[in-house]
């Protein structure tokens, strides 16, 4: 089972990017997010973060990164920012949240 739709797979793939490697992945209040880094670039004339609804539930944005790994020239370093609340609890424990 995955939370990622189809289509965010087909993206990553695209981007080159392994869905299995996010720069980082925390929770807040329900809400999951993540991102991952790649190179890239944003084309000329677009400015600001472009949020897309993938799925229902289920969002993407895309923007120069921040906080960058230090072996990768900054300005060809870009963010995929996920976020979701639909993340079914599996474990037999009661969700603490």
Do not use: C
């Amino acid at each position: 089972m995955s939370v990622f739709p189809p289509a965010f797979f087909a993206l990553l793939d695209r981007l080159g990017i392994d869905p299995f490697k996010p720069a980082e992945v925390f929770e807040a209040g329900g809400l999951y997010v993540g991102w991952y880094h790649f190179v890239g670039q944003i084309e000329a004339g677009v400015s600001g973060d472009r949020t897309f609804e993938m799925a229902p539930e289920f969002s993407v944005s895309m923007r120069p990164t921040w906080g960058e790994p230090r072996s990768i020239s900054a300005e060809k370093l870009l963010l995929l920012e996920f976020h979701t609340n639909n993340v079914p609890w599996l474990l037999d424990e009661p969700d603490a949240g």
